[in-house]
């Protein structure tokens, strides 16, 4: 299997040393961007380009930008719902679970330390189910190709046959 990466989109660069080597110990790898982009728009181009599995953002990101990290989390969700997401805040967020779905998850940002071990738990889970989400998909497409397919020759065939 794998080793999971993550992007980890955080503006502290003691929190990203720290969290980086908190997680590996768990086996996931984290991404970290030297520089947050100005533009929202280029987060999801950046998923695609570092081929992450999961992410994990820091609500506060105003030491280099203006947009918080629940921005870029509704930014990324506009082109992907299923990547995993954990979003780190020290304040209560109303209504998060409302807003997003089953790959989001919103952690105390002060809670981490102590449970990081079960936070890599669901992230591996999370990008196990997606994996097999996106499996059945592809299958369940296919199977929908086939079968348009097969509708196509035997219309073709009784087509050919009235011909005759």
Do not use: W
């Not at 720290?18 to 970290?32: H, K, R, S, V």
């Not at 987060?43 to 990101?61: A, T």
């Not at 109303?94 to 807003?99: G, K, L, N, P």
């Not at 809670?111 to 994996?131: G, S």
């Amino acid at each position: 299997m794998k080793k999971l990466k993550g992007l980890f989109i955080e503006d502290e660069v003691a929190n990203i040393k720290i969290y980086t080597e908190l997680f590996a110990l768990e086996g996931l790898e984290l991404e970290c961007l030297d520089k947050l982009p100005e533009n929202l728009e280029r987060f999801y181009d950046i998923v695609l380009e570092k081929n992450v599995d999961f992410l994990i953002i820091d609500y506060h990101l105003d030491k280099q930008v203006t947009y918080k990290g629940i921005d870029v989390l509704r930014e990324i969700r506009k082109s992907d719902s299923t990547i995993y997401a954990v979003l780190l805040t020290n304040y209560q967020l109303e209504d998060f679970a409302d807003q997003f779905g089953d790959y989001d998850y919103e952690l105390k940002k002060d809670t981490i330390v102590e449970r990081y071990k079960d936070v890599a738990e669901k992230i591996k889970r999370a990008c196990e189910l997606r994996k097999e989400n996106l499996i059945y998909k592809s299958i369940d497409g296919q199977q929908s190709e086939e079968s348009d397919t097969i509708k196509l020759l035997r219309e073709i065939s009784s087509k050919l046959d009235t011909k005759e």
